[in-house]
């Protein structure tokens, strides 16, 4: 299969060959792994019983996806990722916004995927071979994990859907012999290790599980699905059965392996941690297939986030191709991967992790999907990529290639969500005014939203020429 040499460019409509089957493979494919499963056992860490964790856990999935899905739709009209495309609303410069909470968006699943599994495999391999768990082990396991993804995402799209393929039907029977392994010591009770509810309260720690379990996981799509539906043709596919696709694909592809997760974690009594705990309960039987679930669902849903970083930093550095951005930030995830291993524990750093970004991404989608809405879907490709061919002009160019309104309402959407946020180690200056509970998602979105809607006009801008100049004039 040759390697992909599209970047952020517009995808001819000849290449446009994919479906909304394809859609449903790749969502529900790339998530059967470790880097999503962990996410389920956020709730019993944080105190909950298993009907409190499930149903946090799928409410947030719900609310999340609801918002996230219709996101798809855009690149499906401007035949380019996500963050480009919204070069619509923020200007062809100011979609840059897209690409840096993208980027940072997928280096950060992408280190947590890596991390999860290699921890895991180790484990693993102890209990099989007696191989010791030093730090020499952990380096060759996060290598060969890092160096199989960056092969994949590197190839690109096709062979990512390839795997993801695979997967979807191998790591479905993976979790089945999961749920037959670890069904014995299944309980229903909140774990007695955890102390009691994170934050001293039922709604409180509940509402934390809905965030940090549930809704992370659409929001973490917010720049990902469009590098996926770039590829279906709107002249073949209508919109409708392009965002049932997308709703399918992330309720299945993101409930089935959290909700394992959460089974898991009660079985295995993991309340501290999930990894280590895992391997133990295991039968013997089962760690071969555990074995397999941690290196290849890990690699294709790393590779996924690593092909939609490549794209990301190709966005903001046009001269760099896609192989070559892959790369560079191959390097920057793998050194994540030994700062969260050796800094931090899983369950801080991943409730950090997902709250921040959460509160910083969602004003960008909503303002993102407001604008959508506003054009009716109607874009103009064309003048999308004045930035990548390094002119100007086009009617996305608004005052030097941003649009400061919207600029300005992402802007403040996210510094009202940082400063409400509950973080382990930080709790944000506006968070007694909502009774002590994290409504930082709610808040950053609702204040982007409204900021933008006040702050620009329904009236579609007025095109203009686009007229390439040399590099060196690009300034203003």
Sequence with gaps: MPMEQRGVDTIPEEERTSGPRDLVSILLGSNLCLGVIVFGWLPPSFGLDWWASVSSVVAGTVVGTLLTAPLALISLRTATNLSTSSGAQFGVRGRLVGSVVGLLLALGYTALTVWIGGDVMVAVL???????????????????????????AVYGYRVLLAMSRALAIGMTLLLVLGLIAYAPDFTTAALPETGGYLLDGFWPTWLLA????GLSGPIAFITLLGDYTRYISPARHSSRRVLHATWLGLMLGLLVPQLFGTFTAYAAGAALDYAGPLVDAAPGWYLLPLLLAASAGSVGNAGLMLYSMGLDLDAIVPRASRATATCIVAVVATACVFLGHYGSTAQDAMTSFVLLLTAIGTPWAVITLIGHVRCGGVYDPDALQVFNRRSRGGIYWYRGGWNLPATFSWATGAVVGVLSVSLPSYEGPLLPLTGGVDCSFVLSAVTGGLTYLLTTSSRRATPRPTEPVPADQLVG
């Design 210 to 213: 809905a965030v940090a379990a």
């Design 126 to 152: 102890g209990r099989m071979s007696g191989m010791p768990a030093g730090d020499t082990s952990y380096a060759v396991v996060y290598g060969l994990l890092a160096a199989a993804t960056v092969a994949g």
